[in-house]
């Protein structure tokens, strides 16, 4: 539409990716001051305002329409960093005895959008300004609804989760003393690492299926986009399949075993030959990334559940830094070798990620006794 050149195009996520750093950082002093609430209503309006700064790019000179578009791409990604601590932290409000359920189905939903956003985006390609004048007042009524409706204190619920803890404990110290910031904790750290690590490889996976199976494997651009959906599939399949399952399997177990399967998805990508076969071997990717986040989300919220809010938000910040570089290192690493050669060498990810789940638990472990 605007005659955006490869680069500019690339640069587009840039600011993205810089505000939802920005926003999931801020989110989690904000949820303390203001509240989660108010803070997933400012979230909403951002993501308000970036349709309509979307839309407003219509029809604009090229140099305009470029300014606006990164304002609105600027907009979403605040959007998307603002909605961190909320969106993570009421499912374990509303749903305290099956928490990790709770976190998980709320992903399968998150991903559910990541599938039929670019289905819903082609079905309106002939009218094109449907698509984020739809979105635009959708955002807006869901803002409304939110800041009508009538939530938890999240405040008092995370006081009285301290206070509970400390009675269940018999610790009569003073409350920073039971509850230390998460940031001096090593435990914090390690899931902070991991889930970088994890962004990288989901990054890796994602945002390279177009031109690896049509410039590298020589396939269709109908089977590169089978690919990227049965990848993204997989992940919704993948995440309501282990809402189920962790009601009867301890959630670190699956935690463990699914980097073993990012592992494997690595390793047999570059042998992709057949359409049949990238359809096959993205959906398996999809399947190893499903629940991984949801679950180190839902996992280091529990072991700081006087902190859910900031931790949530720095979780999401690092996920969103992750998927951003991972994305940016296969960029710049492709002079230098091909694409079946990265993804091999991206199964070290997985591999680090195994090797600080078992330091994470050990330690989590030592600080629980």
Request: hydrophobic share 55%; net charge positive.
């Given at each position: 539409?605007?005659?955006?050149?490869?680069?500019?195009?690339?640069?587009?996520?840039?600011?993205?990716?810089?505000?939802?750093?920005?926003?999931?950082?801020?989110?989690?002093?904000?949820?303390?001051?203001?509240?989660?609430?108010?803070?997933?209503?400012?979230?909403?309006?951002?993501?308000?305002?970036?349709?309509?700064?979307?839309?407003?790019?219509?029809?604009?000179?090229?140099?305009?329409?470029?300014?606006?578009?990164?304002?609105?791409?600027?907009?979403?990604?605040?959007?998307?960093?603002?909605?961190?601590?909320?969106?993570?932290?009421?499912?374990?409000t509303f749903f305290p005895e099956r928490r990790n359920t709770a976190v998980v189905a709320l992903h399968t939903l998150l991903g559910l959008g990541l599938?039929?956003?670019?289905?819903?985006?082609?079905?309106?390609?002939?009218?094109?300004?449907?698509?984020?004048?739809?979105?635009?007042?959708?955002?807006?009524?869901?803002?409304?609804?939110?800041?009508?409706?009538?939530?938890?204190?999240?405040?008092?619920?995370?006081?009285?989760?301290?206070?509970?803890?400390?009675?269940?404990?018999?610790?009569?110290?003073?409350?920073?003393?039971?509850?230390?910031?998460?940031?001096?904790?090593?435990?914090?750290?390690?899931?902070?690492?991991?889930?970088?690590?994890?962004?990288?490889?989901?990054?890796?996976?994602?945002?390279?299926?177009?031109?690896?199976?049509?410039?590298?494997?020589?396939?269709?651009?109908?089977?590169?986009?089978?690919?990227?959906?049965?990848?993204?599939?997989?992940?919704?399949?993948?995440?309501?399949?282990?809402?189920?399952?962790?009601?009867?399997?301890?959630?670190?177990?699956?935690?463990?075993?699914?980097?073993?399967?990012?592992?494997?998805?690595?390793?047999?990508?570059?042998?992709?030959?057949?359409?049949?076969?990238?359809?096959?071997?993205?959906?398996?990717?999809?399947?190893?990334?499903?629940?991984?986040?949801?679950?180190?989300?839902?996992?280091?919220?529990?072991?700081?559940?006087?902190?859910?809010?900031?931790?949530?938000?720095?979780?999401?910040?690092?996920?969103?830094?992750?998927?951003?570089?991972?994305?940016?290192?296969?960029?710049?690493?492709?002079?230098?070798?091909?694409?079946?050669?990265?993804?091999?060498?991206?199964?070290?990810?997985?591999?680090?990620?195994?090797?600080?789940?078992?330091?994470?638990?050990?330690?989590?472990?030592?600080?629980?006794?």
């Amino acid at each position: 539409m605007h005659g955006f050149s490869d680069a500019q195009y690339g640069a587009i996520f840039l600011p993205q990716v810089v505000a939802a750093v920005i926003g999931a950082v801020g989110g989690g002093v904000l949820a303390q001051r203001i509240g989660l609430k108010a803070l997933l209503v400012l979230a909403l309006l951002a993501n308000t305002l970036s349709q309509a700064l979307l839309a407003a790019s219509s029809g604009m000179a090229a140099d305009t329409a470029y300014a606006i578009v990164l304002a609105g791409t600027a907009s979403l990604g605040l959007g998307f960093g603002l909605s961190g601590a909320p969106l993570n932290s009421f499912p374990p409000t509303f749903f305290p005895e099956r928490r990790n359920t709770a976190v998980v189905a709320l992903h399968t939903l998150l991903g559910l959008g990541l599938m039929a956003g670019p289905l819903l985006a082609a079905w309106t390609m002939d009218r094109w300004l449907r698509f984020p004048l739809s979105l635009l007042v959708v955002c807006l009524a869901v803002a409304i609804v939110v800041a009508l409706t009538s939530f938890p204190d999240d405040r008092a619920t995370e006081r009285s989760t301290r206070k509970a803890r400390q009675n269940k404990q018999g610790d009569r110290q003073s409350e920073s003393d039971a509850a230390p910031a998460p940031q001096r904790s090593t435990v914090f750290w390690l899931f902070m690492t991991i889930a970088v690590l994890y962004a990288f490889a989901e990054g890796t996976f994602s945002s390279w299926v177009a031109i690896y199976l049509q410039q590298t494997k020589q396939l269709p651009e109908t089977t590169a986009a089978a690919a990227l959906s049965a990848f993204w599939g997989a992940l919704v399949a993948g995440r309501l399949l282990v809402s189920v399952i962790v009601v009867r399997v301890a959630a670190e177990r699956v935690w463990q075993t699914l980097p073993v399967i990012m592992i494997l998805a690595f390793l047999l990508l570059p042998y992709v030959d057949s359409p049949a076969s990238s359809i096959a071997l993205f959906a398996l990717a999809g399947l190893a990334c499903s629940a991984f986040f949801p679950l180190t989300m839902a996992l280091v919220s529990r072991q700081f559940d006087q902190h859910v809010a900031w931790v949530s938000a720095m979780l999401t910040a690092a996920l969103m830094l992750g998927v951003g570089l991972g994305a940016f290192a296969i960029g710049a690493l492709r002079n230098w070798l091909t694409l079946e050669q990265l993804y091999r060498v991206s199964a070290v990810y997985p591999i680090l990620v195994l090797l600080l789940i078992a330091a994470t638990l050990r330690k989590a472990r030592g600080a629980a006794s």
